[in-house]
């Protein structure tokens, strides 16, 4: 029972029963609310009872008869002027039912709501392509295919077909990317920061590690490389200052506690103007003179170079390792246009002294992730195709024009919704790579920009329309800024532009 104060039996015909005429609520009376028991034998109620269980179903129920209590107490304690026709106290969002069938589909909804997905697809319309808050890359189709079947039959994780034996799961993938890379060896952690925290605790702890202080990045929540070092137990020795740092000030911090030289990409932000750094090629030469590996935190890391499709240049995996990295880490969901890993390639033998770091074991990925990456690196074999089959890369180079004329379709059907009160129009904008991938390189788009039609300042207008697009069934994600709302449609899939159009028609009499 959900309370003393419930009666048992049936709900009565017509619904619960009301209070006394001309008491409602602020004047001490309850009103008759139903039973647990009498709402699961209403003939709408088996229905939801097969589809939920009687479990989830009686949770629900329970849950709807407190908030009408809480609710009534509520405004019980808070008094005031009341009358008969006032309305019953709330329950999940309105009034409480008036029949056995709105009992029902209250309860209906209560469960559909409790038990709605919480990770949802969205409409990205931010004008960021790797956006953290919204997944970043977004699989290939064929990546999609590989980690759907992974998720529903058994696979060779940790089984060596050949010998029948115990295998390592690292060799699903490891040989495409030695291949890619030109490294001896690889390993796979589930993002690039477990990637450089392994690094540090398995080659440097106790000891010292050198890096500038240029170098010394803050991403994304406050995670900062000088902490890092600190939980790996290595200890940070800066050198340089934050503008200019030179092979002197490495060799001259070189001690006999000194494991390692490291080199962090400064993927997230640039230093401008009186700057110098040393190259990966010349810390590496200190390094191996000093007898010590050099190990590279790369970031974002991509294994093609963007500027063939006229993206900015960025440096390559492939390239670091050349210049004479002994070690190499980077993310799997930037660039690269995977799911979320860290990658570690370099000399076999540092490869190996990580792989036996019980840390290992802590951060390994599952079948999930190395089904995704093993279809990814597929890709990579046949660069010529990656801007068809790369879904990240596609929306990179993804013309202005293409997505000018798209803007363009769209516009009648939104102006027709937002009309009078707002204005929309199609206005190039700049749309940015994001995920602290090249930082201040941008990307010419096209979108909708939408204002007040009025002309006044529409600040918590603008916010109250961002949020009913966040309402939306599938949720429309812009930007506010400049007082007005911008929808870069750079990642809107022309697949999508039909169901995109349609929830257009829900946002009608938008204040």
């Not at 995996?317 to 979320?340: H, I, M, R, Y």
């Not at 102006?415 to 790579?433: C, N």
Request: aromatic share 4%; glycine share 10%; proline share 6%.
């Amino acid at each position: 029972m959900a309370g003393r104060d419930i009666p048992a039996g049936p709900v009565a015909s017509g619904g619960a029963a009301q209070a006394p005429a001309g008491i409602g609520p602020g004047q001490g009376v309850q009103p008759t609310l139903p039973s647990v028991d009498a709402l699961l034998r209403l003939p709408g109620m088996q229905p939801l009872l097969d589809e939920y269980g009687h479990t989830r179903t009686v949770a629900a129920i329970r849950d709807l008869l407190a908030e009408a209590r809480s609710a009534w107490r509520g405004q019980d304690v808070a008094g005031g002027d009341a009358s008969a026709g006032r309305a019953q106290p709330s329950a999940a969002g309105g009034d409480l039912p008036a029949t056995d069938e709105a009992w029902t589909a209250r309860v209906e909804e209560t469960l559909r709501r409790q038990l709605a997905p919480r990770l949802r697809e969205v409409f990205n319309l931010t004008g960021t392509v790797l956006h953290t808050n919204l997944g970043r890359a977004l699989l290939p189709d064929e990546v999609a295919q590989a980690v759907a079947r992974a998720m529903t039959t058994p696979a060779n994780l940790e089984f060596d077909l050949d010998s029948g034996g115990r295998g390592d799961r690292d060799d699903l993938v490891s040989g495409w990317l030695r291949e890619l890379t030109g490294a001896e060896d690889a390993t796979i952690v589930n993002n690039n920061a477990a990637g450089v925290l392994l690094m540090l605790n398995s080659l440097a702890r106790g000891k010292q590690v050198v890096v500038s202080r240029g170098e010394l990045v803050e991403i994304g929540g406050a995670f900062r490389i000088p902490d890092i070092m600190s939980r790996a137990g290595a200890k940070l020795v800066e050198v340089g200052s934050t503008n200019r740092t030179h092979p002197a000030d490495y060799a001259g911090a070189i001690t006999p506690r000194t494991a390692m030289l490291m080199k962090v990409h400064t993927s997230n932000y640039a230093v401008q103007g009186f700057t110098r750094s040393v190259s990966e090629a010349e810390v590496a030469r200190i390094a191996h003179e000093a007898g010590l590996p050099m190990a590279v935190d790369l970031g974002s890391g991509t294994l093609v170079d963007l500027s063939r499709w006229g993206l900015p240049r960025e440096i390559t995996v492939q390239e670091t390792v050349a210049a004479g990295a002994d070690l190499v880490s980077f993310s799997g969901d930037k660039l690269l246009g995977g799911p979320q890993a860290g990658f570690i390639v370099g000399h076999r033998d540092l490869i190996a002294r990580l792989k036996k770091n019980p840390l290992k074991r802590a951060l390994r990925v599952g079948k999930i992730t190395l089904a995704a990456i093993e279809a990814l690196l597929r890709l990579y074999m046949v660069p010529e195709r990656l801007p068809e089959r790369l879904t990240t890369l596609r929306l990179f180079i993804r013309p202005q024009a293409d997505i000018r004329r798209q803007a363009e379709r769209l516009l009648p059907g939104m102006q027709a919704t937002l009309a009078p009160a707002w204005t929309v129009t199609v206005e190039p904008m700049f749309s940015q790579i994001g995920s602290g991938a090249l930082p201040v390189d941008s990307l010419p788009s096209c979108g909708m920009v939408i204002r007040c039609a009025d002309g006044k300042r529409a600040g918590r207008r603008l916010k109250a329309l961002a949020a009913r697009l966040r309402e939306l069934p599938r949720p429309v994600i812009g930007r506010v800024a400049d007082d007005a709302l911008w929808l870069d449609l750079r990642c809107l899939d022309e697949a999508d532009e039909g169901a995109f159009a349609q929830q257009w028609q829900q946002l009608e009499n938008t204040p």
